[in-house]
């Protein structure tokens, strides 16, 4: 009954689609990328034709256009598919290049757009240490337009007693919290995905894209997008955009109507990922291994994509460097990184990188250990000679050291060692501070809960990440001392209290928050502030000393400033001589406390509260 049901919301879609798609002209069912530009540092772009019924690879396709000349007509094994790659000169206006494809007698005849590229105010900006990014899960943020909940024709509508569902979390619900995360201070937002997931179930989370071109319409579709672009960027605020090279959704139309059986990875039988990225640097590896970590599947509803089909590979390169141009984003977080073919996402981050220096991107590597995590970053002295042209890395293995150094009984090599050791292994990345710091975020159990839900702790934990090198991101929500578990990962993502209309508490006000919340917020609300414009702490030297006594002592400098932070791991009150770290001291006497305004008069002798993190400008 289940299935046949089904299958009859399948044979309706794909009816309700077809007229649709058939506007876009000639009857085309998908032309990727819809439109390009002129003036682009890459001077081909690949087009992909795909027609729901023709044979367009029996058609021969010519075109007339000054500046522009047709390179090459690629045709595969499906034949409702063809591959044009079009030379765009320098000297080619923006305009429609008329494309006619022809079959004996019968022509079809396609417009395709080449725009003017924009040059926006604050546009691809990329992002680097003096910003603080905020994680939001579109889906589960804020709900400012209930009337595209559910949309006709797509799989998914809108169920909030469910964690797994959608709950109808927008693009607008986001741009109506500007203010409020303006307020909080942080500088750049990173959405999970945000591209068409139309999936029959699990769609919130947006990691399985059924439209690589198409912002999903349930949360405002590309108008919206763009528009909280533009917002964003008038008010100061980046925006990284998180992508996927890995997989795709299983209900991708690439997926279901394939150009080449090759372009997903296939196996007898449904075969899943390792998910150990370590074999990818083990010199002992087993090639099944590997093949088994590249090539299997990240879950039954996410086909593997195979990056080394090059006209798949050129399609996934373009569809960033589209993205880019198209919505002036700032950055890409790119979606477990080690998992696609290495070679193409080299060569991926290579082009990205060269159409737009400014630009960053950070890739997740999931790996609790700074060698086989250094070797992603671009400029790693790899025995392998691997380059990745990947500028930043998500630090997990200062993420794992954070709350064991927070919650652990102090030894030799545990407890706030464990933030002095971690940092020392830094001589293995080529740009440690380009690094992503963070305690949390949508996959991992929440910070406050893992420091025990001590409030004290938390606070330890937030002024360190917003102190020490890297580029520190926030989960929406930790300012709400949220505690799920990620065991299960809806924990995890809890609608913010306040996002939808009726919500009996607005976690957005102060009013709405309890005493313990905003103490959080303050807390975070001010080292944020004092952040932005402490220049040291974006590009100044980090220097640490050994701790003693689970007291961990660091200094930020540079020529103009030195910040001295001060974290206090014990039940007691402890009372620290500062002789011993002289050499960053010098003849400084006084300070100014940022996190709390107050100055001090000698720093020579400071009384530490227990379980206490403290923040001095030195003044000499
Ligand atoms: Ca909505």
Redesign the pocket.
């Known amino acids: 009954m289940k299935t046949l049901s089904m299958r009859f919301a399948f044979l309706f879609c794909i009816i309700a689609v077809i007229p649709l798609a058939a506007q876009k002209g000639a009857g085309f069912s998908h032309v990727e990328p819809p439109f390009w530009w002129t003036g682009m540092k890459e001077k081909q772009v690949q087009i992909l034709f795909h027609h729901p019924s023709i044979e367009i690879s029996q058609y021969k396709a010519q075109l007339q256009y000054p500046g522009v000349t047709l390179e090459d007509q690629k045709n595969v094994e499906n034949k409702r598919y063809t591959f044009l790659t079009l030379n765009i000169g320098a000297d080619a206006k923006p305009g429609l290049i008329p494309i006619v494809f022809t079959s004996g007698k019968k022509q079809i005849k396609y417009s395709y757009e080449l725009k003017a590229r924009e040059s926006g105010e604050g546009r691809i900006q990329g992002f680097d240490p003096s910003d603080v990014i905020y994680l939001i899960m579109p889906d589960r943020f804020a709900?400012?337009?209930?009337s595209?909940?559910s949309i006709p024709g797509m799989y998914e509508g809108v169920n909030r007693s469910k964690g797994g569902a959608r709950h109808?979390?927008?693009i607008?619900?986001i741009i109506g919290k500007l203010d409020y995360l303006s307020d909080l201070g942080v500088t750049a937002l990173w959405l999970n995905p945000v591209l068409e997931n139309n999936q029959r179930s699990a769609s919130y989370h947006g990691y399985a894209i059924t439209d690589l071109y198409q912002v999903d319409r349930?949360f405002g579709g590309n108008a919206a997008y763009l528009d909280l672009i533009r917002r964003c960027h008038s008010r100061g605020i980046k925006v990284i955009q998180d992508m996927v090279m890995n997989h795709i959704g299983n209900e991708h139309w690439l997926v279901l109507d394939p150009p080449e059986k090759d372009w997903i990875h296939q196996f007898p039988e449904f075969t899943r990922s390792n998910y150990r990225s370590t074999v990818l640097t083990d010199p002992y590896k087993a090639e099944g291994d590997v093949q088994k970590m590249n090539n299997g599947w990240f879950d039954t509803t996410m086909p593997d994509v195979n990056q080394k089909n090059p006209l798949f590979a050129q399609y996934l390169i373009q569809n960033t460097i589209w993205w880019i141009e198209y919505a002036g984003i700032d950055g890409i977080r790119m979606d477990t990184y080690p998992y696609p073919d290495k070679d193409f996402m080299a060569e991926w981050a290579r082009r990205v990188m060269e159409a737009y220096p400014k630009f960053n991107i950070v890739g997740e590597v999931w790996i609790n250990n700074a060698g086989a995590t250094a070797y992603w970053q671009d400029g790693s002295l790899n025995q392998d000679k691997y380059r990745s042209y990947l500028p930043s890395l998500t630090d997990f293995p200062l993420f794992f050291a954070v709350p064991a150094a927070l919650t652990e009984q102090e030894g030799w090599d545990t407890g706030l060692m464990r933030l002095h050791e971690t940092l020392a292994n830094d001589f293995l990345y080529p740009n440690p501070g380009g690094n992503l710091i963070f305690l949390d975020n949508h996959d991992l159990s929440r910070f406050f809960l893992l420091v025990g839900r001590d409030l004290r702790k938390f606070k330890m934990g937030l002024a360190f990440l917003m102190t020490t090198r890297g580029i520190p991101q926030l989960y929406y929500g930790t300012e709400l001392l949220m505690d799920g578990d990620g065991g299960y990962h809806p924990n995890v993502r809890l609608d913010f209290p306040g996002g939808w209309q009726g919500d009996p508490v607005n976690a957005f006000s102060r009013e709405g928050r309890t005493v313990e919340q905003n103490e959080a917020f303050d807390y975070l609300r001010t080292l944020l502030h004092w952040r932005k414009t402490a220049g040291v702490i974006h590009s100044g030297k980090l220097k640490h000393f050994i701790p003693e006594n689970n007291v961990y002592v660091y200094f930020r400098y540079n020529d103009e400033k030195t910040v001295m932070v001060v974290l206090n791991g014990n039940d007691e009150e402890v009372t620290l001589e500062t002789s011993r770290f002289r050499e960053m001291i010098k003849n400084a006497r006084k300070a100014k406390d940022v996190l709390n305004g107050k100055r001090i008069e000698e720093i020579e002798k400071m009384i530490l509260d227990p379980w206490s993190a403290t923040v001095l400008e030195l003044e000499f």
């Open positions: 709900n400012g337009d209930p595209n909940d109808g979390g927008d607008a619900g349930r």
